[in-house]
């Protein structure tokens, strides 16, 4: 088809992880000394946070939940350690290299009026943020950086349990039954038995994998039966959650993930509409999410690969134009890796073949807060 051209925009989300409080003996719990913590000088770049209106940053339940949680050694959960800083500055250094270096389609300094940054509430995220952003243009800025934020209650960036009543009480159960469902309840009875943890105790392998991932990504000395269980426990955290957030249960990944996928939808519709004044459209659309967001945007998107999604882990949606048909397309990477989404021929993807497949759970605000008070399970139909 000829040489393409990179014009518009390019998104990601990514996911930062926290650690749980998993009853174990003193002595078999790893020590998280306050000197993991300290952050390398070339992570470094002042910002600002704001809420989406513009105004002061929102207060963040999650954070006072986190440090109300302390671990062995003087931390407590939920925070950024100097490896995850590495992890994000290393993200942020190979996009500069292909959005820079390679293509020269963003500018080396970063500029308000290029990109744009979104970040859900929480501090961990917000630092994973600023090390991405620190990477990406190598702590030079033109202009402020500014991240922009939610309230927790009418975040989406997140599947959001506590605020959509429907979401909360579609899943609330399945998490319970996802442990009791063949394979993984014997499983996790045999985890918990070596780790001499009470079988009544609400331990699952959601928690888990949490541990045993920033536990062996830090080196620490994991539990034993934490460590040799490791492979296992990713592979029935997967298998849980896909119970949790099943695919053929249209509405639940709506609600999950369809407001997300609305702002990417009218992104790319902004950025292709000719009336749009270039003061309102960005090149780079960063959005900082979790694990539990790309899950199932990857769902929804046909391109989960049933893995957990690693620390630090990045999709990118690419915009592109044909120079002389004028045509759009949509190219998806996951971890740098080009994806073929459900309903399009190949990598480069015909914009409306893409919507298409975006549409399928798309939910417009509005939808998004009536079904998240319906009492009923309905037929959702369009979500537009």
Same mark, same amino acid.
């Given at each position: +088809?000829?040489?393409?051209?990179l014009?518009? +925009?390019?998104?990601?989300?990514?996911?930062?992880?926290? &650690?749980? *409080?998993?009853?174990?003996?003193?002595q078999?719990?790893?020590?998280?000394? =306050?000197?993991?913590?300290?952050?390398?000088?070339?992570?470094?770049?002042?910002?600002?946070?704001?809420?989406?209106?513009?105004?002061?940053?929102?207060?963040?339940?999650?954070?006072?939940q986190?440090?109300a949680?302390?671990?062995?050694?003087? $931390?407590?959960?939920?925070?950024?350690?100097?490896?995850? $800083?590495?992890?994000?500055f290393?993200?942020?250094?190979r996009l500069?290299?292909? !959005?820079?270096?390679?293509?020269?389609?963003?500018?080396?300094?970063?500029?308000?009026q290029?990109?744009?940054?979104?970040?859900?509430?929480?501090?961990?995220?917000?630092?994973s943020?600023?090390?991405?952003?620190?990477?990406?243009?190598?702590? @030079?800025?033109?202009? =402020?950086?500014?991240?922009?934020t939610?309230? %927790?209650?009418?975040?989406?960036?997140?599947?959001?349990?506590?605020?959509c009543w429907?979401l909360?009480?579609?899943?609330r159960?399945?998490? /319970?039954?996802?442990?009791?469902?063949?394979?993984?309840s014997?499983?996790?009875?045999k985890?918990?038995?070596?780790?001499?943890?009470? *079988?009544?105790?609400?331990?699952?392998?959601?928690s888990?994998?949490?541990?045993?991932?920033?536990?062996?990504?830090?080196?620490?000395?994991?539990?034993?039966?934490?460590?040799? #269980?490791?492979?296992?426990?990713?592979?029935?955290?997967?298998?849980?959650?896909?119970?949790?957030?099943?695919?053929?249960?249209?509405?639940?990944?709506?609600?999950?993930v369809g =407001?997300?996928? @609305? &702002?990417?939808?009218?992104?790319?519709?902004?950025?292709?509409d000719? %009336?749009?004044?270039p003061?309102?459209?960005?090149?780079?659309?960063? !959005?900082?999410?979790?694990?539990?967001?790309? $899950? =199932?945007?990857?769902i929804?998107?046909g391109i989960?690969?049933?893995?957990?999604?690693? #620390?630090?882990?990045?999709?990118? $949606?690419?915009?592109?134009q044909?120079?002389?048909?004028?045509?759009?397309?949509?190219?998806? !990477?996951?971890?740098? /890796? /080009?994806?073929?989404? /459900?309903?399009?021929?190949?990598?480069?993807?015909?914009?409306?073949?893409?919507?298409?497949?975006?549409?399928?759970?798309?939910?417009?605000?509005?939808?998004?807060?009536r079904?998240?008070?319906?009492t009923?399970?309905?037929?959702?139909?369009?979500?537009?």
């Open positions: +088809m000829g040489k393409t051209q014009s518009g +925009m390019d998104q990601h989300e990514f996911s930062p992880r926290n &650690i749980h *409080d998993v009853p174990l003996p003193l078999e719990q790893v020590e998280w000394n =306050p000197q993991l913590l300290e952050a390398p000088p070339q992570v470094q770049i002042d910002y600002a946070v704001s809420n989406l209106s513009g105004g002061p940053k929102p207060h963040s339940p999650f954070d006072a986190y440090q949680t302390p671990l062995k050694g003087g $931390m407590f959960a939920g925070q950024l350690t100097k490896v995850g $800083m590495q992890q994000m290393a993200l942020g250094e500069r290299k292909h !959005y820079v270096e390679d293509t020269h389609f963003l500018s080396p300094t970063f500029n308000p290029e990109v744009f940054v979104r970040s859900t509430n929480i501090y961990r995220n917000l630092e943020t600023r090390c991405l952003l620190a990477g990406l243009f190598q702590r @030079h800025k033109e202009g =402020p950086i500014i991240i922009y939610d309230e %927790a209650s009418s975040e989406v960036l997140y599947p959001n349990f506590q605020s429907s909360k009480q579609r899943t159960g399945r998490r /319970e039954a996802a442990s009791l469902q063949p394979g993984i014997e499983d996790l009875k985890v918990k038995e070596e780790m001499g943890i009470d *079988d009544s105790n609400r331990v699952d392998f959601l888990l994998l949490d541990n045993v991932a920033a536990e062996q990504v830090h080196n620490l000395p994991s539990c034993p039966t934490l460590s040799r #269980f490791a492979r296992m426990i990713e592979q029935r955290a997967v298998d849980a959650t896909l119970y949790i957030l099943q695919r053929e249960d249209r509405e639940s990944i709506q609600l999950a =407001p997300l996928l @609305h &702002i990417l939808k009218n992104n790319l519709l902004k950025t292709i000719p %009336a749009t004044p003061s309102k459209i960005r090149k780079l659309y960063l !959005y900082a999410a979790h694990d539990l967001t790309l $899950m =199932p945007l990857l929804a998107l989960f690969d049933h893995k957990w999604p690693p #620390f630090a882990a990045d999709l990118t $949606m690419e915009l592109y044909h120079q002389e048909s004028k045509e759009w397309f949509v190219r998806l !990477y996951y971890h740098g /890796e /080009e994806q073929v989404p /459900e309903g399009c021929p190949e990598g480069l993807c015909p914009l409306d073949k893409f919507l298409n497949t975006m549409s399928v759970y798309t939910l417009s605000p509005e939808k998004y807060h079904l998240c008070s319906q009923q399970t309905t037929d959702f139909g369009s979500g537009e």
